[in-house]
């Protein structure tokens, strides 16, 4: 139990779908993140919410589209994807934005693109 | 952001023997942080180390902090199995970016 859970676990998705990654974390945290993890690549980190404001969109492609209701939420919602974007996304939240948190990981949502 | 580099890519470790990864950046580091991901799992901070040349132990886990904190080691001693996983630094830039290495993936051979 990580306090960061992501929902749904796994994900396969056509080219034409639309679909959303939930993440909801427990832990009355302020920042929350979402990354994606290919196989042989660094987790890269895809956007970044405090106080459900966006603070950083490492020039991510528009078919990804974020959304942070508050502050214990965080979605990812997904349109006319590739089959490049299958991959682990995990969700993570940690206190705040300052040098030295903690980010605490959910499991993350497997996606398969097809 | 900040880059770090971690070497080597894959470490395969008879059970029982020592093993130590390498983490290294060009710039000076604020602080650092390991994750482990275990297979099929996800990342789980481990630690966090911050001054210039500082040492901490888990049990068989030994952090260290280079001297110029532009690096950052991390030794097993006497792997088991449940060392299995993959190891990452992470490094804060100079805002809130943490910023993740490649990381080393562990196989143990019994």
């Known amino acids: 139990e990580t306090g960061v859970t992501q929902t749904p676990r796994h994900l396969v998705m056509g080219m034409t779908n639309k679909k959303s990654l939930k993440c909801e974390q427990h832990l009355g945290h302020n920042a929350m993140y979402w990354y994606k993890q290919s196989a042989k690549k660094p987790l890269e980190l895809m956007f970044v919410y405090s106080l459900e404001e966006r603070v950083e969109n490492n020039s991510v492609p528009s078919r990804f589209s974020p959304e942070c209701p508050n502050s214990s939420h965080l979605f990812l919602h997904l349109h006319t994807l590739q089959p490049e974007d299958s991959a682990l996304y995990l969700c993570a939240s940690s206190q705040d934005l300052t040098s030295g948190n903690t980010i605490y990981f959910g499991e993350g949502s497997w996606l398969t693109v097809v | 952001g900040q880059q770090v580099m971690q070497i080597p890519q894959y470490q395969h470790v008879q059970e029982g023997e020592d093993f130590t990864t390498y983490c290294n950046s060009s710039t000076t580091l604020s602080n650092i942080q390991w994750y482990k991901q275990r297979p099929g799992g996800h990342p789980v901070f481990l630690i966090q180390?911050?001054?210039?040349?500082e040492v901490k132990k888990q049990k068989r886990l030994t952090f260290q902090f280079g001297e110029a904190k532009k690096n950052s080691s991390l030794h097993i001693t006497a792997t088991q199995t449940t060392d299995v996983g993959t190891y990452f630094c992470a490094a804060l830039s100079n805002d809130y970016k943490l910023s993740f290495g490649a990381g080393t993936t562990v196989t143990v051979r019994a």
């Open positions: 180390l911050v001054k210039s040349g």
